[in-house]
């Protein structure tokens, strides 16, 4: 069954294994989630449960979202995500239950959905990586896109890459692996990169391409 929980990035490190080899990791604090909805083919159509992350005071919340919660026994929480699953595998989940980061090991590869570090306009050889111009005296191309449109047709082809907002999107990278597992510290160690800023939102779940590494 393919899983996922809210957590948050908290920064990198590197740890040195026996052999002297340096692993760089990413540390995520995981969870604790709790289930707050179950939604099923009869009542909604599909499948899913919806779990909520990080409780919040209830003066800071909507009464909707503060209903919600109280209608499932838990405290307001301020993000929720929903994950589709079949309904067999749903209802081994009840309302209310908390999950932590002891349902990945190490050795998992899970998926990792954040959002990018925002960097603002950029040109488009910061932006899409051209080559830019002649970089000798008097060109005045240096970091110039060149032409943007032909003759025919006589307009800028949607889609067209040039010099705009880079960065604050909606970024997910596949396949990384579980470095270490602390559910007492409710803390992951993934080997590499994953997207976002330190303290930012990230949702980790199993990796929908690949399994448990063997």
């Known amino acids: 069954m393919r899983m996922g929980l809210i957590g948050r990035k908290l920064g990198m490190t590197q740890v040195f294994e026996e052999n002297g080899k ?35 005071n209830e003066k800071k919340v909507t009464k909707p979202i503060a209903g919600h919660c109280k209608k499932a026994g838990l405290p307001p929480l301020k993000y929720m995500r929903e994950i589709r699953m079949e ?84 970024v997910t990278l596949q396949n990384l692996v579980v470095y270490r597992v602390m559910p007492e510290k409710n803390l992951m160690l993934v080997v590499g990169a994953v997207p976002g800023s330190g303290n930012s939102l990230v949702f980790v779940r199993h990796a929908v391409k690949k399994q448990r590494a063997k």
């Open 22 to 56: 340096v692993i760089p990791v990413t540390v995520l604090e995981v969870g604790p989630c709790f289930v707050t909805q179950k939604k099923t083919r009869d009542s909604d159509g599909y499948s899913s449960i919806q779990i909520g992350y990080q409780s919040i």
């Open 87 to 170: 309904e067999s595998d749903a209802a081994q989940f009840n309302i209310g239950q908390e999950m932590n980061v002891s349902i990945f090991k190490e050795g998992d590869y899970i998926d990792v959905i954040g959002t990018s570090k925002g960097k603002g306009f950029q040109g488009v050889v910061r932006r899409h990586g051209f080559k830019g111009g002649p970089a000798t005296r008097g060109s005045m191309q240096h970091r110039k896109p060149g032409s943007i449109g032909g003759g025919n047709p006589q307009r800028v082809i949607k889609g067209r890459k040039m010099a705009g907002h880079m960065g604050n999107e909606r």
